[in-house]
């Protein structure tokens, strides 16, 4: 099985799923994440993530690669932006969409956009959690 999560940037939301994935998917899975641009790992996605018990700060901001994107078994967008501009895929490729709200754009304190990231955070979690239990065999 090979999965590509993608989003706007490759900074938070895809970053987050693609930890999850990694930490739960069976360990024959292929999995990455990679953005319609690079805005680089944001620091809040890799602290929220540690609280969860998972490291992300060695994973990249990566622009799509057609040939992975082609050859996946699921393309997951998380994010309206990344599912309008992902490039066409083959009909072999399955598409699925999480739109999220991106939690960089949150505004408030420090605590208040933390805790925007850990809302994010969590909904990914559930969504990866769901994914992996429909299609692990």
């Not at 989003?7 to 895809?14: A, E, P």
């Not at 901001?61 to 699921?74: E, P, Q, R, T």
């Not at 709200?101 to 969590?122: H, M, S, W, Y």
């Amino acid at each position: 099985m090979q999965i590509y999560f993608l989003c706007t940037g490759n900074s938070c939301r895809s970053q987050m799923a693609e930890g999850f994935a990694h930490a739960d998917a069976p360990k024959d899975w292929i999995i990455k994440s990679a953005g319609v641009e690079q805005h680089g790992l944001n620091p809040k996605a890799v602290r929220v993530m540690q609280e969860s018990g998972i490291d992300i700060s060695a994973q990249t901001s990566d622009l799509i690669d057609n040939d992975f994107l082609n050859s996946s078994d699921y393309v997951i967008t998380l994010c309206g932006d990344a599912n309008d501009k992902c490039p066409m895929t083959p009909p072999t490729v399955n598409r699925i969409h999480w739109d999220l709200a991106d939690p960089a754009q949150a505004t408030g304190t420090d605590d208040e956009i933390l805790n925007v990231f850990r809302e994010t955070r969590d909904t990914i979690q559930g969504l990866v959690k769901n994914f992996i239990e429909t299609h692990a065999n």
